[in-house]
């Protein structure tokens, strides 16, 4: 059975950085396009993050944009998405999972294919 493991999370000061890791037990990541995606307490689930299969492709969501990065390691079967200038508003869980299909936008509806990881928490204090 694929697992989803999210790391990286943590408390960290507004201005800081986190880097989250994503990884797959049981699949290899290499052939899915993957999202990052966030849930702050109270709020729906968002797509804040995106990447092709091969890496060549990016986006993101407004509110992140200029400060996170995704990128991937398809030898080393992991996604990752470096994160910046944290504020507050970056509060959340952060999960990642594969993308069903690569819509026109990050702010499309999306829809994902695999079970949700535990997700990792990323805890910004101002």
């Known amino acids: 059975q694929v697992q989803l493991i999210e790391s990286g999370g943590g408390l960290v000061q507004a201005g800081g950085s986190l880097t989250l890791s994503c990884a797959a037990s049981g699949r290899a990541l290499s052939g899915y396009n993957m999202g990052w995606f966030r849930q702050a307490p109270g709020k729906e689930r968002e797509l804040v993050a995106r990447?092709?299969?091969?890496?060549?492709?990016?986006g993101y969501a407004d509110s992140v944009k200029d400060r996170f990065t995704i990128s991937r390691d398809n030898t080393k079967n992991t996604v990752s998405l470096q994160m910046s200038s944290l504020n507050p508003e970056d509060t959340a869980v952060y999960y990642c999972?594969?993308?069903?299909?690569?819509?026109?936008?990050?702010?499309?509806?999306?829809?994902?294919?695999?079970?949700w990881g535990q997700g990792t928490q990323v805890t910004v204090s101002s």
């Open positions: 999972n594969v993308l069903s299909k690569w819509a026109p936008t990050v702010g499309s509806t999306w829809s994902v294919q695999w079970n």
């Open positions: 990447i092709t299969w091969g890496g060549r492709n990016t």
